[in-house]
């Protein structure tokens, strides 16, 4: 698309009627909404669309892909229901910025071609469809991440994950929506408005993936792609019921997706999956690292997937069996959690409690307020100029979420090259503080400050450390629409370059959550968080947690849910 537009208006409604015109031209059509819809719109695409539709869209997608594998379904079949799913999905939370159904349909019907003549799949994700974040370059497309301003610009190239995706066999079928700035834990813009939870449309479907979000949430989608730098991936797939994975940095490759500061290496983005599985997610992460991407991208590390039978995960007890070491960060300290989020925890803790081959420990936070200031002054080392200059190039106005990160941040300013190099260097405490912190717990190991003391066996005592972290996603389920104003429980990990994995506990927000009396706020973010909550306001909202493990230990973390959920009796799918 040129840049013809007069105004940011007119930009933006020329790619509303680009978006309807996506929609409209899926085959079969994608039926149309009722004019009165429920808070809960979950229920309402198996009221509306086929039957072998439904079937198809709500199976997870290790299923799928065998399916596929075995010539049971073909690619055609998959796709055209996908793209009817997500076409309705987009009509009841706003969550599609485009649908591809011409190259999808083109792409599907190659791959059923090739499994015909060859008769074996192309690769290990033959014929599914994934959804992709619209800031993800897509060669021939707009590639816009939010700002009017840069409505018309394409992208040269595809996105190097989405080349390798490609190579393992999948569909692109559907591109979603982000906020302005990319810098919200909720999903407005001016191009396309708000991204609604399908679960309760008067709360947020997060962000800034939280089209992502909401198009699972509605299973229009069983896997797509995702961006975190401080919650990113992990607030849509808890507000919205599914998994999501913030990896370490440079674990999976990032060339070619578009953003502001993309130079600036003090905080780093990650690239990562969000599935209405668990198994998706690692199919996800296994297929990117098998074909090495730090033969494509310098930064990837050289770290090849590592089995579950490989990695280091459970510890021998005397009876011979594994044994997992699950810490509880139940509060950071600086803002309680509701009702609803402590259920949660207090839910899968007493399931744990109860197994003789995990040990739950109690793990205290260590300074949260300080890993905030950190991170919220390195975010915009020119200020946020990049920010403003993409957002006042249209004129169009600054939405209430990007003026509080941006204007009503009071660590936000304009660095100087040795003041970046001091936050770098109280980044760099904070991790080797928390590293200790961490190995102190349950140990005799010292805690950040303290001295290792004469005698200790050092290698036994870091067998006793905490395997994983067990700890909200955010202070509450999905908020208001422009609530979200707490992200230090994911942005906490970004901070500290650990990954951490979401995942629905299969509960939702009820009448006995009911909201605690006279409690007295611990400071304004804390009084704030508070005052949001009413167990009516966030009704059917999904409860989701976050488990957080060490730097690089992806397949850990992942093995590690698998037997949680196993043992709380958790969903494995969505």
């Known amino acids: 698309m040129a840049k013809t537009q007069t105004s940011w208006q007119d930009a933006a409604a020329s790619m509303v009627e680009h978006l309807n015109k996506t929609i409209d031209e899926i085959r079969p059509k994608v039926p149309a909404v009722p004019e009165t819809l429920p808070t809960n719109v979950t229920g309402v695409p198996s009221k509306l669309l086929p039957e072998d539709v439904v079937k198809v869209t709500e199976t997870p997608p290790q299923v799928l892909i065998a399916k596929l594998a075995s010539g049971e379904l073909t690619s055609l079949d998959v796709t055209s229901a996908y793209l009817q799913r997500a076409g309705l999905a987009s009509k009841l939370a706003n969550c599609a910025t485009e649908l591809l159904s011409e190259r999808a349909v083109a792409r599907a019907k190659y791959l059923d071609a090739y499994f015909a003549e060859h008769k074996k799949p192309i690769g290990p994700m033959h014929g599914l469809p994934i ?85 699972l949430g509605l299973k229009g989608s069983c896997l797509g792609i995702g961006s975190d730098i401080g919650g990113s991936i992990r607030s849509p797939a808890a507000n919205n019921g599914v998994f999501g994975l913030r990896p370490t940095s440079h674990r999976l490759p990032v060339s070619g997706w578009t953003a502001t500061m993309l130079g600036a290496e003090h905080i780093i983005p990650v690239i990562g999956p969000l599935s209405t599985s668990l198994e998706g997610i690692k199919l996800f992460c296994k297929t990117l690292i098998d074909q090495q991407p730090w033969l494509y991208e310098a930064a990837c590390v050289q770290l090849p997937w590592k089995d579950s039978s490989e990695g280091r995960l459970l510890r021998k007890t005397a009876s011979g069996q594994r ?10 300290g600086v ?18 409690k109860e197994h003789p081959d995990i040990e739950v420990v109690d793990f205290p936070p260590y300074k949260h307020e300080e890993a905030w200031r950190v991170i919220s002054s390195l975010y915009f080392a020119d200020g946020g100029e990049e920010e403003k200059t993409a957002i006042n190039a249209s004129g169009e106005p600054m939405l209430p979420l990007t003026n509080f990160i941006l204007t009503d941040n009071p660590n936000r300013k304009e660095l100087t090259i040795p003041e970046l190099w001091r936050l770098t260097k109280d980044r760099e405490a904070y991790k080797a503080n928390y590293l200790q912190h961490w190995q102190s717990i349950n140990t005799s190991l010292p805690a950040p400050g303290e001295a290792i003391s004469v005698g200790v066996d050092v290698t036994r005592e870091l067998d006793k450390t905490v395997d994983v972290i067990l700890t909200p996603t955010g202070p509450g389920c999905a908020p208001p629409h422009n609530c979200s104003r707490y992200w230090c429980y994911t942005s906490q ?71 949680i959920t196993e043992v709380a009796q958790l969903p494995l799918s969505s």
């Open 493 to 563: 990990w970004n901070l500290l370059d650990y990954p951490a994995l979401v995942f629905p506990t299969g509960l939702q927000v009820g009448k006995q959550d009911e909201v605690e009396k006279g409690y007295v706020a611990r400071n304004e973010e804390d009084g704030y968080n508070y005052e949001l909550y009413t167990p009516e306001r966030y009704v059917d909202a999904p409860i989701s947690l976050q488990l957080v493990g060490r730097r690089y230990e992806e397949e850990k973390l992942i093995q590690a849910l698998e037997f």
């Open 131 to 215: 959804s992709v974040k619209e800031h993800i370059g897509m060669k021939g497309l707009d590639l816009n991440a939010g700002f009017v301003s840069w409505v018309g610009t394409i992208a040269e190239d595809d996105a190097l994950i989405l080349k390798l995706l490609w190579n393992a066999g999948c569909v692109f079928y559907v591109r979603t929506t982000e906020p302005q700035a990319l810098m919200h834990l909720e999903t407005d813009n001016n191009i396309y408005g708000t991204t609604v939870n399908p679960y309760n449309r008067d709360l947020t479907s997060g962000g800034s993936s939280g089209g992502e979000g909401a198009l």
């Open 335 to 352: 803002v309680k959690p509701h009702p609803p989020i402590l259920r949660g925890i207090e839910h899968i803790v007493s399931k744990l």
């Open 323 to 332: 044994k997992l070491r699950v810490g509880v960060l139940a509060d950071d």
